[in-house]
């Protein structure tokens, strides 16, 4: 299997050559060259198996050049109990993504028992064990450098914590997470994972490791990577759980599901949107947005307008307050026919500052078969949202996985069962949960009490050159 960029001008890699990096070296996202296709007896045969068994099932179709029984390994120590019961005494951690049913045909995938309570843990634990094995491979060390307003930051420091020949330098923005965020990071005492606390907002942190990763020469010499959500190791691994919540909602391959997800870089749905090109029967993929609601607006309307940080409102769920989906070309790139010189023309546009408008366009007229609905929820959507589940049955949800909720009750088709994925935990969002039902939410055991643990962290003002000196201080030559 052989990996091409989006934009159609960079050769063609296996899964080991992008693993490590990010950026295709036209400025495309890399997508295998053509989607693997899944038959109807291996889905029979799928259906039976176990986390693990699927996942190998699944990526040995895409990391085609890791040998199978390294490959088999590798994910056999990723999904286990062990990584994936830190959530809910009352869930089944045996299926490593229980699915928890409403009422018929309502279903919540559970995908954040991993150790930092969001559904990112699901790939970047697998990318932390990939990266460990091919950095050992090719004798290698990587420095990761990532700026985070909470979820992704502490998933990537939880995935690479103790990994021999990896570093994390991870920027935060000074004061702006929660407690809770703030203690899951900063308490983590290995001494490869380095957290700064940058005195400014998270746009100013994540504009220093823009800054960082241009300059070349010194990406190159300490060996500068970064693990956000374009890394399509990260994308593939998230194509295992549409798998799985299928197997668990329907009892024939016959059937047809909807997913619900709650988006924002759009890496999430597009593992599903993949998912569905490989042969899963899935009849609908309803895209859910808060009040950023970029995506939406680009399938209700066919225009996509990115609008900038200054315009990016701050919500009661955080991590989809985005308002350009870095995954989005993934998709693009198939409603146009995969036509790379075509997604180059778009881009050359959304790069600009500019949008783009596919009204008028065949790609308007494409659009349907892909069969994707989409809906945006509001702070008082989530907060409704949040107690209606809790009244009527009993659970207690986060606010992301309330946006997903809303809008997939809202959009499915009649008759379709809804699988709502679930995306974080009710514990990381405390705040928002007690406005809702007056009460805290219930936190996982090994987590009572982290805000009392001893912290460290570095404090640092948005100064680049700081910021490099740090690394070089840090980082063995
Ligand atoms: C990252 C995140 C999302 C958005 O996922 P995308 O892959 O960026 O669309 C939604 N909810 C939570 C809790 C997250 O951490």
Redesign the pocket.
Known sequence: MKYISTRGNAPAKSFTEILLGGLAPDGGLYLPEQYPQVTRTELDAWRKLSYADLAYAVLSKFATDIPAADLKAIIANTYTTAVYSNGRADSDSTQITPLRTLEPGVHILELSNGPTL???DMAMQLLGNLFEYALDKQHEELNILGATS???GSAAEYAMRGKRGIRVFMLSPNGKMSAFQRAQMYSLQDPNIFNIAINGMFDDAQDMVKAVSNDHAFKAKYKIGTVN?INWARVSAQIVYYFKGYFAATKSSDEQVAFS??????????AGHIARMMGLPIGQLILATNENDVLDEFFRTGVYCPRGSANTYETS?P??D?SK?S?FERFVFDLVGRDGTKVREIWSRVDAGGAFDIRHTPYWDALPKFDFASGKSTHLDRIKTIRELWEEYGVMV?T?TADGIKVGLEQRRPNLPLICLE??LPA?FEETIVEALGRRPERPAAMEGIENLPQRFEVMDADVAKLKAFIAAHVPQ
């Open positions: 969001a559904f990112k909470g979820d992704t959500s997800v709650p988006s924002g870089n759009f890496g999430n749905i597009c769920s991590s989809m985005i989906a995954n986060d992301h995306t974080a990381k």
